[in-house]
């Protein structure tokens, strides 16, 4: 079983920023990591991925604000989330994909973290 530890979340004024981080307990082998959230009465999206070689991708409106990272010595992800807006309020939860047999994967998740903007 693989635990995930997140930290970072808080409340900020907009046009602060905050980092998340989100480590592995324990030694895996990690494909991709990622950031979802989840806003009150709202589907759980994805904010951004990294793949193990360190390719990116976000979703549009963190585009320019957000810089998600990883260190794969420390099995962590991290996301900087600068500018931020009230809409980025959210509970965040990190996501780590690890190989299980042939093509296939485990999805692992963090216990969330509060980012709270205020306007």
């Known amino acids: 079983q693989v635990e995930l530890v997140e930290s970072g979340g808080g409340l900020v004024q907009a046009g602060g920023s905050l980092r998340l981080s989100c480590t592995a307990i324990g030694s895996i082998f990690v494909n991709s990591m990622a950031w979802y959230r989840q806003a009150p009465a709202k589907q759980r999206e994805l904010v951004a991925r990294?793949?193990?070689?360190?390719?990116?991708t976000y979703r549009d409106s963190v585009k320019g604000r957000f810089t998600i990272s990883r260190d794969n010595a420390k099995n962590t992800v991290y996301l900087q989330m600068n500018s931020l807006e009230p809409e980025d309020t959210a509970v965040y939860y990190c996501n780590f994909r690890v190989p299980t047999t042939g093509p296939y994967e485990a999805d692992y998740w963090g216990q969330g973290t509060q980012v709270t903007v205020s306007s």
């Open positions: 990294i793949t193990r070689d360190g390719r990116t």
